[in-house]
T-cell receptor
Framework: AQSVAQPEDQVNVAEGNPLTVKCTYSVSGNPYLFWYVQYPNRGLQFLLKYITGDNLVKGSYGFEAEFNKSQTSFHLKKPSALVSDSALYFCAVSEPSLYGNKLVFGAGTILRVKS | DTEVTQTPKHLVMGMTNKKSLKCEQHMGHRAMYWYKQKAKKPPELMFVYSYEKLSINESVPSRFSPECPNSSLLNLHLHALQPEDSALYLC??????????????FGPGTRLTVL
């Protein structure tokens, strides 16, 4: 079974500082990894995904993620945090099945950016 | 355009009521999903429709009944719900359900309260 882990329940960062939200994965075969963000009382918004190719994936709103096969990690990063980046972030992995692909989500990490 | 719409935004119902949630997408996506999400938790997959056919049912109680009238619409019929069913119900769609790299796009959700 495919799984992802988000080791931090919450990350606090000052506005203007770089931010990192961590994700590690456990998969059989090649990983298909995703990051989503959820603002309060809203649905999930897709940020970026890794399928194959470059280990540095660029996504929406200035976010990027670094795929590291040796460390089985897919950390989300942004060079300069904004207060508006404060939200709940989910890492996910695509799990294949006979009947279609399912997203398996991590527990989520709350990001708080303080001005 | 990657918009998935959901109605209503909020729903309050009694345990004996029958109600329906509606989801719509006009992106030509071939898969549609229902998720249930409790506060600050990851979404839990309930159902997947692939090419308008139910492909995944994650052992959801029969008081939840999905329906896919056509490729753009997805309904979730609710009957005799319990207070513990109160949650945010999210709909998502994706272009090609057989592809592991397929991105799911989420709607804003329906906040359901069962009294």
């Amino acid at each position: 079974a495919q799984s992802v882990a988000q080791p931090e329940d919450q990350v606090n960062v000052a506005e203007g500082n770089p931010l990192t939200v961590k994700c590690t994965y456990s998969v059989s075969g090649n990983p298909y990894l995703f990051w989503y963000v959820q603002y309060p009382n809203r649905g999930l918004q897709f940020l970026l995904k890794y399928i194959t190719g470059d280990n540095l994936v660029k996504g929406s709103y200035g976010f990027e993620a670094e795929f590291n096969k040796s460390q089985t990690s897919f950390h989300l990063k942004k060079p300069s945090a904004l207060v508006s980046d404060s939200a709940l972030y989910f890492c996910a992995v695509s799990e294949p099945s006979l009947y279609g692909n399912k997203l398996v989500f991590g527990a989520g990490t709350i990001l708080r950016v303080k001005s | 355009d990657t918009e998935v719409t959901q109605t209503p935004k909020h729903l309050v119902m009694g345990m004996t009521n029958k109600k329906s949630l509606k989801c719509e997408q006009h992106m030509g996506h071939r898969a549609m999903y229902w998720y249930k999400q409790k506060a600050k938790k990851p979404p839990e997959l309930m159902f997947v429709y692939s090419y308008e056919k139910l492909s995944i049912n994650e052992s959801v109680p029969s008081r939840f009944s999905p329906e896919c009238p056509n490729s753009s619409l997805l309904n979730l019929h609710l009957h005799a719900l319990q207070p513990e069913d109160s949650a945010l119900y999210l709909c998502a769609s994706s272009q090609e359900p057989s592809s592991r790299g397929d991105t799911q796009y989420f709607g804003p959700g329906t906040r359901l309260t069962v009294l």
